[in-house]
T-cell receptor, first 113, second 111 residues
């Protein structure tokens, strides 16, 4: 079991660009949640995807969007990147959105310059 | 919305000494509580969780946490730390469909 896998591990983008991050959930899981962890802070919930729809959203602007595919994998898209979007983006998978059994990936480190 | 306060941002400790990381949450309803550990350049790993039952929960690597409903606390302790326990520790509380995290406590274990 590969667990939760995220790609890429690191990337650097320029202000104003768009970025797509990817997440494959743990085997048997059907729900993917995304979190943003800025330097020196705890993770902040962005949104959760279940049955290919956004089920819950945190306090993030519409520049942050996502998608879930039929195989339960997910993408996080961020448009019009700002310097403040630099962070570690974590993906967590679970079954039926049950956070008590969430598993986290290693994260994608995004740097906006 | 729930909030989680980790009372110590940094905790330096000597090897084989005890450590306590303090966590308070804001809620008047039943919640689930978690401690996660994050090693440098890695994701989050679940250390332990409280769902119900005994208020003292333990992890496989010697950590324990006690749920105190009257004080809305979930402090993490280890009686004797190792160099390998150097990491960032996050307390979290569950809400529908998401976890709310504290700001984290950096534990640095010195020989």
């Amino acid at each position: 079991d590969a667990g939760v896998t995220q790609s890429p591990t690191h990337l650097i983008k320029t202000r104003g660009q768009q970025v797509t991050l990817r997440c494959s959930p743990k085997s048997g899981h059907d729900t993917v949640s995304w979190y943003q962890q800025a330097l020196g802070q705890g993770p902040q919930f962005i949104f959760q995807y279940y049955e290919e729809e956004e089920r819950q959203r945190g306090n993030f602007p519409d520049r942050f969007s996502g998608h879930q595919f039929p195989n339960y994998s997910s993408e996080l898209n961020v448009n019009a990147l700002l310097l403040g979007d630099s962070a570690l983006y974590l993906c967590a998978s679970s079954f039926n959105g049950e956070v008590t059994e969430a598993f986290f990936g290693q994260g994608t480190r995004l740097t906006v310059v | 919305a729930q909030s989680v306060t980790q009372l110590d941002s940094q905790v330096p400790v000597f090897e084989e000494a005890p450590v306590e990381l303090r966590c308070n949450y804001s809620s008047s309803v039943s919640v689930y509580l978690f401690w996660y550990v994050q090693y440098p350049n890695q994701g989050l790993q679940l250390l332990l969780k409280y769902l119900s039952g005994s208020t003292l929960v333990e992890s496989i690597n010697g950590f324990e946490a006690e749920f105190n409903k009257s004080q809305t606390s979930f402090h993490l302790r280890k009686p004797s730390v190792h160099i390998s326990d150097t990491a960032e520790y996050f307390c979290a509380v569950s809400e529908p469909y998401k976890l709310s995290f504290g700001a984290g406590t950096t534990v640095t274990v010195r020989a």
